[in-house]
């Protein structure tokens, strides 16, 4: 495999409908992207028993405790209204667009939620990656700009990526890989999550 190849160029958006799917203690997983962050500060591809940062789209549809393999964690409720996790013996309430970070090892545990939730789930090896999510919200005045080691997830609303002269739609719950080189733009009304993955 090519460098180029290896990495996630922002000209192939990440569709949510073509990603995998597969259970987790709280329901369903959509794996969105996963691997390494290169010194260079470039997302590269790689399998998840290799990865040292993975992102997904996860709902939560019982009471039930989880184990995550990556322990830097940030779970970010996107549909759905209030869920409560138990990290480390702590109560953490997880409100809509307010993402929740934390380090652990130990299982964490949620309560019974009244509906289905859905979750942005960004995890890391704390020894490699230091992982941030901020919510932005999209202006059609102002572009959002997704640089290297950053990916953009539309939360809500309706975007258009800007790769020089082209322009290509994104659907919600798609995600664009951002990059120093070719400076993606997102031009559009909604929110976007802007997942960071930084060197530890």
């Keep these: 495999m090519s460098e180029a190849q290896a990495t996630y160029a922002p000209e192939t958006i990440l569709e949510l409908s073509k990603s995998t799917k597969k259970q987790w203690e709280l329901g369903q997983v959509r794996l ?33 405790s989880f184990t995550a393999t990556l322990p830097a964690q940030v779970i970010t409720l996107i549909a ?3 869920v409560e996790l138990d990290v480390d013996g702590e109560q953490h309430g997880l409100e809509p ?19 289905e939730l859905l979750t942005v789930y960004v995890a890391a090896d704390p020894q490699k990656v230091r992982p941030t999510v901020r919510i932005v919200e999209l202006s059609k005045k102002r572009e959002q ?3 290297d080691g950053q990916l953009g997830i539309l939360l809500q609303g309706s975007a258009t990526l800007l790769l020089g002269e082209d322009q290509l739609p994104v659907n919600l719950r798609d995600t664009v890989a951002g990059s120093d080189v070719q ?14 993955f930084d060197l530890a």
């Excluded at 667009?97 to 509906?115: D, I, Y």
């Design 145 to 147: 700009y997704l640089f």
């Design 32 to 64: 969105i992207a996963a691997g390494t962050l290169a010194d260079d500060g470039t997302l590269q591809r790689g399998g998840e028993a290799e990865a040292s940062w993975q992102v997904s789209i996860r709902s939560i549809e019982k009471e039930a």
């Design 97 to 115: 667009l307010r993402p929740l970070k934390f380090t652990t090892e130990a299982p964490v545990g949620a309560s019974q939620p009244t509906e």
């Design 183 to 196: 400076e993606p733009r997102i031009s559009g009304r909604g929110v976007m999550a802007v997942v960071s």
């Design 80 to 82: 759905g209204d209030f």
